[in-house]
């Protein structure tokens, strides 16, 4: 977690500033630099949010729903690690030099938000070698259809009758009634 510096604090502040109404922060974790800025990855109950605040007033700032993640990847070495993200449009957060405690740390954190918000859990891959430990995390398409269903009375009909919370003839009668 992140010391009590003015700068730190300031990038916290930044941080706060971009969390939706009831959204939680969980988990900051940030990287090693000596020449620039530490870039960060803060992890809420909703999403991923990578800040690096650049000199001049200055800063790159992403957000990633987890709907909108289709994986994550960590990897360590005895001390240092890599921490990458991966969203369906193609985007790539990608942080370098991050100690070891702070990836599996936030990989456990973001795993669990992921979970607590997913009908089916993450698919998960772990390899841990003599020098070097993996992870991936492959999210459920399920996710990306969740959303989407629950916008549409028809699919979460449909939803609702395979699932057989209503019969045949209930189904039949929304239906009509939905359509009218």
């Known amino acids: 977690m992140m010391k009590d510096t003015a700068f730190e604090k300031d990038m916290l502040q930044e941080i706060k500033k971009n969390l939706e109404q009831g959204e939680q922060l969980i988990k ?16 809420t109950d909703r999403r991923i949010m990578y800040f690096d605040k650049k000199m001049f007033g200055r800063y790159e700032f992403y957000a990633i729903p987890y709907m909108k993640m ?84 028809f699919n979460i009909l449909k939803s609702r009758y395979a699932k057989g919370e209503i019969t045949e003839d209930e189904y039949i009668a929304m239906k009509e009634l939905l359509e009218s």
């Open 28 to 43: 900051i974790i940030e990287t090693f630099s000596l020449k620039n800025t530490p870039e960060l990855l803060a992890l």
């Open 70 to 153: 289709s994986g994550a990847k960590a990897r360590v070495g005895k001390i240092w690690g890599e921490f990458i993200i991966e969203g369906e449009d193609e985007s790539i957060i990608r942080l370098e030099k991050v100690k070891k405690e702070g990836i599996v740390s936030a990989f456990e954190a973001m795993k669990e938000a992921i979970n607590a918000i997913a009908i089916e859990p993450l698919s998960i891959i772990h390899k841990k070698g003599l020098m070097v430990e993996e992870w991936r995390l492959s999210k459920p398409p399920e996710m990306i259809i969740r959303q989407k269903i629950e916008d549409d009375p």
